[in-house]
């Protein structure tokens, strides 16, 4: 094992190319190496896979990964998908939360609102899911994209925030939250697939961030993210004023997911408000039930003998056993 | 504070009579803490001795928070405390987002004991300076333990460690029964504290955690200045 990797090392020394070297000594350098590479490629494999390997060494510039995830399967998995698709199946998808979600700053706080709709596809994976997660006591994050992306995304920046308000002795900021979360999303390349709005008040005030899946973050008064955004872009780009009361943000908030719900089919169900301020917090679920099962006003039960029978006859039917296979059930 | 560490951290491998006696830790705890559990809380106080005058004292605490709801002391080395609590901080955040559930006090001392123990029995490196105690809160009980630099453990009801933990103890005996209340225990630890206390004792000189429902804190010093004053 140890001496593939060996011959796998990527040849830098010889990419980041020393041109300016004169032919003789470079003819030596590059016998030296020759050499070199041959003792270390025969150790591990014969002379037919010695030029393989080396060749492919050099095609590697970037440094080998440090921890974050191995990106090694997934051309693995392009393959297969494709091969899949060839034959007709289409590979499961990750369940995503085809969202609304949204953001305002207000006079004393910060107002996170988010649908309840939680999507599979075509299919309505859970009619009222959390999408507001707790990050810490005066911060909390919204999240659009793939539900398990959020989900423990959100809970993996929650604890280490925890840490780091332990270490500092302080109550945690958002710019910390957020800088944790790009950093994060940054490091995988956007295959998290966390589309996040967050929000909360420290010692500087209210702020509010929306942060996209491959790391990059916006610093804004009022932000949506999700398959509604653009539905709620709309509301609060027609009603949002600086400095709102607080009655006032909830309703213009509620609007705009309303307008997410009833727009975006990737959004739905009932509407969760999270109010934040210096010294309080609301987290309201269901702040309005948008969209209420309905009662079933009539039955379809009928009493036995409302019909009454008129006339029976019986055909038997002769059928021959052609087939007769046993399929044993495991009860166990 | 004096430290001597005997530790033949190689030769426990070789085989000896008294593998006990190999490593042994003698270290003068200098500061005195005691615990107290009640029937509503738990107390942690510490006296916060510092060498000069000049030394910035709310720099620096003995008391620390682990969680929302579990706090520790130490008697020993500081510098090797600051490691445990880093540690045990980090173990109940790993317990936490495997479990989605505050870490229960005893798991706790549990794998901060074996981190402890660890050290007793790995190359290269030596015991633990710090004996501990960890005050916790779940399920509406408040639970008390210590831990060694062995990495035993054990749970309490009151106890003393350091200097004076005998004059201590004795004293907690007297005065533990099973209903008082968590203002009576701030009282009667700080005046446990007190008999051993050489000169005055300010609310700069000593730290006192509290932990109940509400969860852990440490007692901020005009808080603690309303408790002696009741004493004195």
Redesign the interface.
């Known amino acids: 094992m140890i001496k593939n990797t060996q011959c796998y090392r990527p040849r830098t020394d010889l990419l980041l190319g020393k041109k300016k070297k004169k032919k003789k000594k470079a003819k030596k350098a590059k016998k030296k190496k020759k050499k070199a590479k041959k003792k270390k490629s025969t150790s591990c494999t014969s002379g037919k896979h010695k030029a393989h390997f080396t060749k492919m060494a050099t095609l590697a510039v970037r440094q080998s990964p440090v921890g974050g995830f191995s990106f090694e399967n997934c051309k693995r998995n392009a393959v297969l998908e494709g091969e899949a698709n060839k034959v007709g199946y289409s590979l499961p998808a990750a369940r995503k939360t085809g969202t609304t979600i949204c953001g305002v700053v207000f006079k004393d706080g910060v107002i996170l609102g988010a649908d309840t709709r939680a999507t599979e596809g075509m299919i309505v994976a859970d009619k009222n899911c959390s999408k507001i997660h707790y990050i810490s006591p005066n911060i909390y994050c919204c999240g659009a994209g793939t539900a398990a992306d959020t989900e423990m995304t959100t809970q993996i920046i929650s604890s280490n925030l925890e840490l780091h308000a332990l270490s500092t002795g302080r109550v945690p900021r958002v710019a910390t939250a957020n800088r944790m979360l790009k950093q994060m999303l940054f490091r995988y390349q956007g295959y998290i697939g966390a589309a996040l709005v967050l929000g909360g008040v420290d010692c500087n005030g209210p702020h509010l961030y929306s942060i996209y899946p491959h790391g990059s973050t916006d610093k804004l008064p009022y932000v949506t993210m999700g398959s509604g955004s653009l539905a709620a872009m709309a509301v609060f780009e027609d009603r949002y004023k600086p400095d709102m009361e607080e009655e006032d943000a909830k309703r213009l908030v509620r609007d705009a997911i309303a307008a997410g719900i009833f727009n975006d089919l990737g959004s739905g169900s009932n509407i969760d408000l999270c109010v934040i301020t210096k010294g309080k917090l609301d987290y309201i679920r269901p702040h309005d039930e948008a969209n209420k099962k309905g009662v079933r006003t009539g039955d379809y039960k009928y009493k036995r003998g409302t019909t009454s029978v008129l006339t029976k006859s019986v055909t038997a039917l002769n059928l021959e056993v052609v087939e007769e296979t046993v399929l044993t059930m495991d009860t166990s | 504070m004096d430290t001597f560490c005997t530790v033949y951290c190689y030769a426990v491998s070789r085989s000896s009579p008294d593998i006990c006696s190999l490593t042994r830790i003698y270290y003068d705890a200098g500061c005195d803490d005691l615990s107290f559990s009640a029937s509503n809380g738990v107390v942690l106080a510490t006296e916060k001795k510092q060498k000069s005058i000049l030394y910035d004292e709310q720099s620096v605490h003995k008391v620390e928070?682990?969680?929302k709801h579990i706090g520790m002391v130490y008697s020993g080395m500081g510098p090797d405390y600051r490691v445990l609590v880093?540690r045990a901080?980090?173990l109940a955040?790993?317990y936490?987002?495997v479990y989605?559930e505050p870490i229960p006090t005893g798991q706790l001392v549990q794998r901060v004991a074996s981190v402890m123990q660890e050290y007793t029995q790995s190359g290269g490196v030596r015991p633990f300076g710090v004996s501990l105690l960890i005050a916790g809160w779940d399920e509406d009980q408040p639970y008390l333990f210590q831990s060694d630099p062995s990495g035993a453990y054990f749970a309490w009801k009151a106890t003393a460690m350091g200097k004076n933990y005998v004059n201590g103890k004795t004293f907690l005996e007297k005065r533990y029964n099973n209903d008082l209340e968590l203002e009576d225990a701030i009282h009667t630890a700080i005046l446990t504290l007190k008999e051993s206390f050489e000169g005055q004792m300010t609310e700069e000189n000593i730290e006192v955690g509290i932990c109940n429902e509400a969860g852990f804190k440490r007692l901020t010093p005009a808080e603690v200045k309303d408790y002696l004053a009741a004493i004195a």
Do not use: E, G, N
């Open positions: 928070p682990i969680t880093r901080r980090k955040q790993q936490f987002l989605q």
